[in-house]
Each structure stands twice: as structure tokens, then as C-alpha cells.
């Protein structure tokens, strides 16, 4: 049998509900079929345009993980947990009438109260399949940290002390294509610090660090803080991807950041709210829903929306009216 799993791309946790669904399938569904499978994986990315090809959709089984509904009928398995999980109204409609077999059948699972898809992953894993997680607690308790922003500090994000910081540099920085492809059954397979002194990794940290330092250095100096809110324009230095928590970390005081950048396939606004801010969540905006007014989404803290490289100029009006808005909004707390 032939697997493709299709994940988030550029993503800590997209790698990692990869590798555990890989687990999963392996240890509690392959084996009730009476197969032997076989794992390939494919990453996806938010992108101006279409975000699914259904020609790829090629596998006996076809899953999609941490990542936007696909309402083809040749997806059968699917998590997540982003509030903007749906592309259209009819894609919301078509997993609602996913959810009306018996529980025991289901293969598509939403739940976006969760912090990581790879926590909620290995709940349903446990809880509906009965599979041992046990041996997976390190790599679901750095999910939640990484995709929750639940660090102790801004420190804690920035200065890459723990493992786990390493490799989610390295899983949104590396431009090698198969770079992730070749890292996601490790991350079941081995302890994080083992991971990293694999050779796939380790070769790639003495350049990787550098460029984290450049993307300090960068966005120290274009960084203004404004009424709660930080905003930068980086799309003159085209970068694969930077710590998000750089803004924060520079400016502690912040409440919301608005990032501009250009890599090799579209220009991106992040979106981001301070995870240390002392300002009542109560107060606070969704930025998701801001970003869904522009094609993007993401969660009620964080977002991002992606335009193409030759539309920097739509890119940077509707940064700009994010500012504004989100400016406006601290004021008036």
C-alpha cells in the first residue's frame, strides 16, 4: 500500500504530525488491513492561488495533516487546528457530512481548540485507535511549545538553546526540497538531540546559525514600535524564512508584530501577537479572521497571508492597513 502524507510545509509542528501519522498508521491501521505500507511525504504551503493539486493524490491512502481542508474525494484522512481550516462554506459542509458515520469510522478529525496538530493527533490516536504515545511525550510536548508560543521568554525562543528551536530553524530555513522529506521519520524514530547530531542536520547548523544572526541583526534595524504594534519591511533581503519571535524579543514591550518579507515564491505578512503581552486576551484582536479578509488565516494569535512575488505593492497596502488597524485598536484600550 502507498501513503502519501501531505503536510505543512516550513512547519515544526507540520513536520511532526507527519511523522506521527506515518507512526500511527503504521502501528494501528495498516496492520488491521493486513498490509504492508509504504510513506512518502509532501509538504504544502500557503500560497497565493490554488493550495491542493488533486493530480497528487495518487496514494492507496491520502492524508493531509496541519493543514487547509481538501474536499477530494481521494483525501481519507485529515487533521487539524487552525481556525481557518476551511477554504469555502462548502468545504466546512463537506466535513460536517464526514462526521455522520459511526465515530469508529471516521478518518477526518478537526478540533481547533488544540495547541499543535501533532498534540491532537496523538490524542485521537490514543483515545479512538488505542495506540501507545507514551513513547512520543518529548516530541508532543515541543509541538505544543513551538506552534503554541509557549515559551518562558523571548529569550527562550530566540537564542536556540533547546533542541527543539534548532530543528524548527531548520525545518523553515533549509532550501534543500528533501531536506524535510528525509527529517520526518526521524522525529519518531529518535529523541530531538539525537536528530541533531544526525548528519542531514548537523551539516547544516554552522550556516543556519549564521543566518539567524543576519536575520537579527535585520530586523533590529528596520523594526519600529508604534502604539503596541512592531512593523519591518524586509522584502529587499529575500529570506526563506526568520524567528518569528525576533520582533518580541526585540521589542518586549509590543503587543502585536506585522513582518513583510519575499522568498523564493510569494511576498508574506505575518501576523503575530506577543505571547508574553501583558494586554487581557479578552482585549486582544483575531488575527485570523484580519488575515482571512485578505485571503491568508491562521489562528486568533498569529496569521499570515501570502501574495505573489510581482504583487508587493498589494502586499505592502494591505500590511499597511493591518498596522493601521491594529495601531488604532491599542489606542483605544
Known amino acids: 500500500m502507498q501513503v502519501r502524507i501531505f503536510y505543512h510545509d516550513k512547519c515544526f509542528d507540520g513536520a511532526c504530525s507527519a511523522s506521527l501519522f506515518a507512526r500511527f498508521h503504521r502501528e494501528c491501521i495498516a496492520p488491521k488491513m493486513g498490509v504492508r505500507a509504504e510513506y512518502a511525504f509532501h509538504g504544502l504551503v500557503h500560497r497565493a492561488g490554488a493550495l491542493f493539486d488533486d493530480r497528487d493524490f495518487i496514494g492507496d491512502e491520502n492524508a493531509i495533516v496541519d493543514f487547509k481542508y481538501s474536499s477530494s474525494p481521494a483525501v481519507t484522512w485529515w487533521f487539524d487546528h487552525h481556525l481557518s481550516a476551511f477554504l469555502s462554506s462548502q468545504d466546512h459542509e463537506h466535513f460536517l457530512e464526514s462526521q455522520k458515520v459511526p465515530a469508529a469510522q471516521r478518518r477526518k478529525f478537526y478540533d481547533a481548540d488544540s495547541v499543535s496538530c501533532t498534540s491532537f493527533l496523538a490524542r485521537v490516536a490514543a483515545e479512538q485507535f488505542g495506540m501507545d504515545v507514551r513513547p512520543l511525550a518529548e516530541l508532543v510536548h515541543w509541538a505544543d511549545i513551538v506552534d503554541g508560543a509557549l515559551y518562558a521568554s523571548p529569550e527562550a525562543a530566540v537564542e536556540m538553546a533547546e533542541p527543539a528551536m534548532k530543528l524548527t530553524m531548520a525545518i523553515e530555513s533549509v532550501q534543500d526540497a528533501g531536506f524535510v522529506p528525509r527529517l520526518i521519520p526521524l522525529l519518531t524514530e529518535k529523541n530531538l538531540a539525537e536528530i541533531l547530531r544526525e548528519p542531514l542536520v548537523a551539516n547544516e547548523m554552522p550556516a543556519l546559525l549564521e543566518r539567524h544572526e543576519q536575520s537579527l541583526a535585520l530586523i533590529r534595524k528596520r523594526a519600529s514600535c508604534e502604539q503596541g504594534t512592531i512593523y519591518f519591511d524586509i522584502t529587499d533581503h529575500p529570506l526563506e ?58 489562528h486568533a494569535r498569529v496569521g499570515a497571508i501570502s501574495f505573489p512575488r510581482e504583487k508587493d505593492d498589494w502586499a505592502r497596502a494591505a500590511a499597511a492597513e493591518i498596522v493601521a488597524e491594529l495601531r488604532a485598536h491599542h489606542a483605544s484600550l
Open 241 to 298: 524564512g526568520y524567528n518569528k519571535f525576533i520582533p518580541y524579543y526585540l521589542h518586549p514591550e509590543a503587543t502585536y508584530s506585522i513582518g513583510l518579507s519575499r522568498s523564493s515564491f510569494r511576498t508574506k505578512i505575518a501576523v503575530g501577537s506577543n505571547p508574553w503581552t501583558k494586554t487581557p486576551p479578552e482585549k486582544m484582536m483575531n488575527l485570523a479572521t484580519i488575515c482571512e479578509r485578505y485571503g491568508g488565516g491562521g
